[in-house]
């Protein structure tokens, strides 16, 4: 299980007091009285290298105490779980969200709530950071509130001719624009793109995007976006299968499947410890985009990729902004305007129009009314459109008529006026 999958608990700031309580065999006492204490965590080789580093600092300013790291990059909950059951558990460390519960209720977890008035760092985390599983009842602090970007190369974006994803919320990317992007920067072996005939989806060289499918904290933004949750205010009813909920993890699927510009079981499994980091897949250019979360920053700096990170885009699907070329308006009159003759009961001829210029997205429609001589009852009938010469006569009587010019659907004057 990789970080991304866990929340920790415990930090340093507290290790002499949970160190000193926690865990039921792995501490112990050194030479000359000192304290040894295990540190069990997971992370990359960058975060293996900083925690050591950290923990070097913490011995230099409590010399009576050692702390021996366990570092444990796979299968962490595997094993994390086979310590407690053998009674060798860790003194300090990362536990998962999903055990942590558990553990503390079956007593394998110290109670930080007495600890929070005699150690105030402690005490000093946001409100949401606290493990609490019952009144005065706390079995750990999460170390980091951790949020989800949308971490991109920026050579493959120049490369595809892309201004890079926004970093501000308000402009983020829709989720159409994101599909239509990540075909941009999906291609094969052979240079196609996923929409171009002969792309080749089973020689993928580098993918658009990539979103993890069972990492739920990778999708969880995009439900929120889309006014989904995982469940109701009062937690007793689950919304994942609401239509907004099956509408993100439809779009998800697409990526896949539909568009083909995400990678899938088989190709760049979507989680799991035998994919390579979010800096290795973006400066190898084997993904050009990567929903991951922030603490992929330790890595991208020390891996010196030109990466960049932008916010996540938005599920609900709305159409993208016009393209960079002004449309102009559209002026009134036949040409562009009236399309359908139509005939209402028996006492009026009704015509109706419609823009339809290519170079105008207006869309503005209305219709005229003129009075006729009743008719004998009888089957409706389409009547024939009117002459040219009547047209024209029209037409710059409509032309003449500030409101109508202005596309108005409705006119102050009478028909025969206008």
Not at 117 to 145: E, F, M, R
Not at 232 to 252: H, I, M, W, Y
Not at 339 to 344: E, F, I, L
Request: net charge positive.
């Amino acid at each position: 299980m990789r970080r991304r999958d866990l929340f920790r608990m415990g930090g340093l700031a507290a290790l002499g007091a949970a160190g000193a309580a926690c865990g039921s065999g792995g501490g112990g006492t050194g030479a000359a009285g000192s304290t040894e204490l295990q540190f069990m965590y997971w992370g990359s080789t960058f975060e293996k290298a900083a925690i050591e580093k950290m923990l070097k600092a913490f011995e230099q300013k409590n010399p009576d105490i050692k702390v021996k790291p366990v570092f444990t990059p796979d299968e962490y909950d595997v094993k994390l779980n086979s310590l407690v059951a053998g009674g060798r558990t860790p003194d300090v460390g990362y536990v998962p969200m999903s055990m942590s519960f558990r553990l503390a209720e079956q007593g394998n977890l110290v109670n930080l709530h007495p600890y929070l008035q005699k150690y105030p760092q402690l005490a000093g985390y946001l409100p949401d950071a606290y493990l609490w599983y019952g009144q005065d009842k706390l079995h750990g602090v999460s170390t980091a509130n951790e949020i989800e970007l949308l971490w991109y190369s920026k050579s493959a974006i120049a490369a595809a001719g892309l201004a890079p994803p926004p970093a501000v919320a308000a402009s983020a990317w829709s989720w159409d624009q994101l599909v239509e992007n990540a075909y941009k920067l999906t291609v094969d072996q052979n240079g196609k793109h996923p929409d171009e005939s002969g792309f080749d989806p089973g020689q993928v060289r580098q993918f658009g995007i990539s979103i993890s499918l069972t990492y739920a904290a990778a999708w969880y933004g995009f439900l929120r976006s889309n006014g989904a949750d995982f469940a109701d205010e009062a937690g007793r009813k689950c919304l994942l299968d609401t239509p907004e909920s099956v509408q993100v993890f439809q779009n998800l699927q697409d990526l896949v499947y539909k568009h083909r510009v995400a990678p899938g079981p088989g190709q760049l499994a979507a989680t799991g410890d035998d994919v390579p980091g979010t800096n290795i897949l973006l400066k190898t250019k084997r993904v050009a985009m990567v929903v991951d979360g922030h603490w992929a920053l330790l890595d991208m700096n020390e891996s010196r990729s030109t990466t960049a990170s932008a916010c996540c885009p938005s599920t609900a699907s709305r159409s993208p902004p016009p393209r960079s070329r002004a449309r102009p308006r559209c002026s009134p009159g036949p040409s562009t305007w009236r399309r359908r003759w139509s005939c209402s009961p028996s006492t009026s001829t009704r015509a109706t129009w419609t823009c339809t210029s290519r170079d105008c997205g207006c869309r503005r429609s209305g219709s005229t009314t003129r009075t006729r001589r009743p008719s004998t009852p009888g089957p409706r009938t389409t009547p024939t459109r009117p002459s040219s010469a009547r047209r024209s006569s029209t037409t710059a009587a409509t032309t003449a008529c500030p409101t109508c010019a202005t596309g108005s659907r409705t006119c102050p004057r009478s028909p025969a006026t206008c």
